[in-house]
T-cell receptor, first 111, second 114 residues
Framework: RKEVEQDPGPFNVPEGATVAFNCTYS??????FFWYRQDCRKEPKLLMS?????NEDGRFTAQLNRASQYISLLIRDSKLSDSATYLC????????????WGLGTSLAVNP | NAGVTQTPKFQVLKTGQSMTLQCAQD?????MYWYRQDPGMGLRLIYY???????DKGEVPNGYNVSRLNKREFSLRLESAAPSQTSVYFC?????????????FGSGTQLSVL
């Protein structure tokens, strides 16, 4: 299994739809997980941190399944402005100071 | 509030030329990082500085050097640029790398080596 693996998409959804992405990871000892958002040709920005079973922030919910070693990101009531690439990030197994970045899942929300 | 500022935004070099990418943060963060992002490769850590006065190699340090000039500034130097170093470079900072706190990124440098 790759250290961090994401479905690259693209996911094309209409406005108002609910969409979910999964991210699998190989380091079973990881305690913290992150979802970053990256707009085209821009820098990544933190969307959510996940330290236990899950986290919710408005329309966004991140869930952690330790048994199956994956985290998910659920976006409800999608907006056009949600169109971006969503990056899954997990601490490196050998050095917690280093982060392993997934390749990202591309989301396009259409009018 | 500027956050993380990196310069230049764009640079074209010829093979063998040298250059330094500058990065400064005004958030009083302890840790700073240099990443590169290539299509199909994701973000890869080049070097990081856990605190002022320390630097450590990341995943892809070959061909690069760094200097943590002070708490605010962390520069990345390419001594002899190669086409394989064509990439988008991001500087980032965080409160403390040990706790994996939120990373704040600069706006990136698009570097092309011909």
């Amino acid at each position: 299994r790759k250290e961090v693996e994401q479905d690259p998409g693209p996911f094309n959804v209409p406005e108002g739809a609910t969409v979910a992405f999964n991210c699998t990871y190989s380091n079973s000892a990881s305690q913290s997980f992150f979802w970053y958002r990256q707009d085209c040709r821009k820098e990544p920005k933190l969307l959510m941190s996940v330290y236990s079973s899950g986290n919710e922030d408005g329309r966004f919910t991140a869930q952690l399944n330790r048994a199956s070693q994956y985290i998910s990101l659920l976006i409800r009531d999608s907006k056009l402005s949600d169109s971006a690439t969503y990056l899954c990030v997990v601490p490196n197994a050998g050095n917690n100071r280093k982060l392993i970045w997934g390749l990202g899942t591309s989301l396009a929300v259409n009018p | 509030n500027a956050g993380v500022t990196q310069t230049p935004k764009f640079q074209v070099l010829k093979t063998g030329q040298s250059m330094t990418l500058q990065c400064a943060q005004d958030m009083n963060h302890n840790s700073m990082y240099w990443y590169r992002q290539d299509p199909g490769m994701g973000l890869r850590l080049i070097y990081y500085s856990a605190s002022e006065g320390t630097t450590d190699k990341g995943e892809v340090p070959n061909g690069y050097n760094v200097s943590r000039l002070n708490k605010r500034e962390f520069s990345l130097r390419l001594e002899s640029a190669a086409p394989s170093q064509t990439s988008v470079y991001f500087c980032a900072s965080s409160v403390d790398s040990a706790t994996n706190e939120k990373l704040f990124f600069g706006s990136g440098t698009q570097l092309s080596v011909l």
